[in-house]
């Protein structure tokens, strides 16, 4: 199972292996993942190996999201879930998802 | 006169009766400093007091209300906001907008808390004030300039340099009396709702100039204020994009949540975005930093193009709203010409939101045969024909031509106008509240609340709503309509108490420090519970005085176009009108009003509003 990740957080470069970032405001990449997959698993995942993650999206003691975030989900472009703090033990993966991280205030 | 004892305000209210050319000064007393608090709270008191029901908007007894907070001037960041209120024409009802730069914080210095204009000049005028002393002088040799070129012209004849004095004024729209028309000044800040300008237009005032000034404000606890302020700062900087992007900074993330107004709401699809948004502005034009009075925040900034046609042309860097009014509304996707658009609507007076509503709906009617070049005066109004569209903005504002003269009306006059198919492609909310520039069918908080305020723009919400940030449990689906509406009426108040302050949201983007700042310059103690107080009470008032106004609440929804459902993007399918009389009857009673919108007698008694009661009986 295939889904994508697109991170709105000026990370840029700092990412690294395996990301793409055409700008510093976004970097994307696309992961496989097995069935079952939850928004938690994935962002624990990546922020194992993505350190600035760790710092800035997915705290993993907390094993939660930092506030002040928009995170959603979309579905062939379509928004299917959207959570500020996620239900993250609640939200299984599909395929094809894509997951978008904000920031909150998000501008205007 | 009695002096205010509470520190954070000068305790004076400079009063200006245009038709008999008077100039007054009145006392703000206790009792007004701690119902009232500022800013748009001593706006919805003077307005309601003075403004009888039957005035209309462009009538000389209307009042022209510009006041500061108790937080203007103090040091916190950007706190030189100030709040005009008004009965607006959009509406022809109450409105309240806020512009930022250095005007709010140099009216304290200079000795007052705020301005009421009344009456009608016979020629036009601007009013001079320095040193505590208020003039009003002839404008006639200003009439038809624009607003940088008034700037230029005062600044030159008063012997002033750039930050010695601030400047608000209005441009052709204002005197021409769009209904749109804006107070513009400090080059480039705008307080833009509910034809705010158009108002000033009628009372024949082009301009307001007040001297920096050089009294201090008196501040309870300086150490208090200063370890707050540093506080809000680290919170802003850290809030959302603003501090290294700009507004524009969340343009493509607004795309993503399917927000991004695109073509007069007809797709959702704008592919270019990312060559749009403001880092790309950032990286790729030359900036350089033009911040609001102490901003170390420092959002604006000052812009040379350096790509496409429009290489050179130099402006001041456009905000969310302009980069989505000029960019995807009109189907226009070059970057330089945003930049370009956006210092000619500035310059002409007029309010970008509405501009781009009533530029889109003209360019799709010119697309589907409704507008022909007869209409249009020979103008091609295709998507993205950015030169035309500059040229329509002045025909807009001067009202030339016919299509300028229906256009200046706003767009949901012109499109009643011209009814038939062509009603239902126009964006507004039923009362003729302009909605700000994004695509509210993906933003459903600001929709429903652009339906039933009563300042004429965002009363409840701000960007959506963040319930975390005072400490109520956080938004889980902002497409349901029962979330949507309950919290649309839980969250009502605190914007408005921010909007008693004189700060900038931007800057100060925490509701509760704001309050910790608030209560170190006044020396009270008040909690969260006080300030939704005082907000409610605002929105009350204000209610009221729509009420008694002329208001409709059959009027309080989307108009077709804007309530209609995606047929693309992320928001697609998604419906906010399939409950919306539920939504509406769950919001009334939850805000304490009745089935016909009417606040309760007891819901006026707790907000310490008891003689309106009265003033309701006897409405429907």
Redesign the interface.
């Known amino acids: 199972m295939h889904v994508k990740v697109?991170l709105?957080m000026?990370m840029g470069k700092a990412l690294g292996e395996g990301f793409q970032s055409?700008?510093?405001?976004?970097s994307r990449i696309g992961m496989s993942v097995e069935e079952g997959t939850t928004l938690k698993k994935l962002f624990d995942r990546l922020a194992e190996k993505y350190p600035p993650i760790a710092g800035k999206i997915f705290d993993r003691k907390k094993e939660d999201f930092y506030?002040?975030l928009?995170v959603?989900v979309?579905s062939e472009?379509?928004?299917q879930s959207?959570?500020?703090?996620p239900?993250i033990n609640g939200r299984i993966l599909k395929d094809g998802d894509q997951i978008?991280v904000?920031?909150?205030?998000?501008?205007? | 006169m009695v002096n205010l004892s509470v520190s954070g305000y000068t305790g004076k209210i400079l009063r200006v009766d245009l038709s008999k050319k008077r100039i007054w000064v009145e006392a703000i007393d206790e009792k007004t400093a701690q119902k009232w608090v500022g800013g748009v709270g001593f706006g919805a008191k003077y307005l309601y007091a003075e403004v009888p029901p039957g005035t209309q908007w462009s009538d000389p007894g209307n009042r022209l209300i510009w006041t500061t907070g108790p937080l203007s001037g103090t040091g916190v960041m950007g706190a030189a906001t100030f709040n005009v209120c008004t009965k607006g024409p959009m509406t022809n009802l109450a409105g309240s907008s806020q512009a930022n730069g250095f005007f709010g914080a140099y009216l304290k210095f200079s000795g007052f808390d705020g301005i009421i204009f009344e009456g009608r000049s016979a020629n036009l005028v601007y009013l001079w004030i320095k040193e505590g002393k208020a003039e009003i002088r002839d404008a006639n040799h200003l009439s038809g300039k624009d607003v940088w070129e008034v700037e230029d012209q005062l600044r030159k004849e008063l012997g002033v340099r750039e930050r010695d004095v601030s400047i608000f004024g209005i441009g052709p729209a204002g005197e021409n009396r769009a209904y749109f028309a804006a107070i513009v000044g400090d080059r480039g800040h705008v307080a833009a709702h509910n034809g705010v300008g158009a108002v000033m237009g009628a009372k024949n005032l082009k301009a307001v100039v007040v001297d920096k000034g050089k009294r201090n404000i008196a501040i309870h606890d300086p150490e208090r204020l200063k370890e707050k302020i540093k506080e809000l700062f680290e919170f802003a900087k850290n809030f959302g994009v603003f501090y290294k992007w700009g507004t524009g900074g969340g343009f493509s993330t607004i795309y993503s949540l399917g927000s991004l107004p695109v073509k007069n709401y007809t797709t959702n699809i704008y592919p270019e975005h990312e060559k749009m948004n403001g880092q790309y502005m950032r990286e790729h034009f030359k900036t350089r930093p033009a911040p609001c009075f102490l901003c170390g925040i420092s959002h604006i900034r000052e812009v040379t193009v350096t790509e496409g046609p429009y290489t050179g042309f130099v402006g001041e860097e456009p905000e969310y709203e302009q980069l989505a009014a000029w960019g995807p509304q009109i189907g226009n996707t070059d970057l330089g010409a945003v930049v370009m658009l956006t210092k000619e609507v500035d310059k002409l007076g007029l309010d970008c939101n509405e501009s781009g509503w009533v530029v889109g709906w003209a360019m799709e009617c010119f697309e589907k045969g409704i507008f022909t070049k007869k209409e249009t005066d020979g103008l091609e109004l295709t998507w993205g024909n950015v030169e035309a569209v500059r040229t329509l903005l002045n025909r807009i504002a001067r009202r030339e031509g016919y299509l300028g003269n229906l256009l200046a009306n706003g767009v949901m006059r012109a499109s009643q106008k011209i009814g038939g198919k062509a009603a239902d492609w126009a964006i507004y909310a039923g009362k003729g509240v302009t909605p700000r520039g994004h695509d509210h069918r993906g933003r459903w908080s600001e929709l429903f609340d652009g339906c039933v305020t009563n300042t004429s723009t965002i009363e409840s919400s701000s960007g959506g709503y963040h319930p975390q940030l005072v400490d109520m449990p956080p938004v889980t689906d902002p497409f349901s309509h029962e979330e949507v509406s309950t919290l649309n009426a839980n969250f009502n108040g605190i914007r408005q108490f921010d909007d008693c302050m004189g700060t900038c949201r931007l800057a100060s983007s925490s509701p509760k420090l704001v309050l910790e700042c608030f209560n170190a310059v006044t020396g009270r103690n008040w909690t969260l519970k006080d300030a939704f107080t005082v907000g409610k009470r605002i929105v009350n008032q204000l209610r009221v005085f729509n009420l008694r106004h002329g208001l409709k609440i059959e009027e309080e929804r989307p108009s077709t176009r804007y309530g209609s459902i995606p047929i693309d993007g992320p928001t697609q399918g998604k419906n906010i009108m399939e409950k919306w009389p539920w939504m509406v009857e769950n919001y009334y009673r939850l805000m304490g009003w009745d089935a016909n919108g009417k606040p309760l007698p007891e819901t006026l008694e707790k907000l310490d509003l008891i003689d309106l009661i009265e003033d309701l009986r006897g409405l429907r």
């Open positions: 697109e709105w000026s055409p700008s510093e405001m976004v506030p002040n928009t959603l979309t472009g379509r928004i959207f959570l500020d703090i239900d978008k904000l920031p909150l205030y998000a501008g205007g």
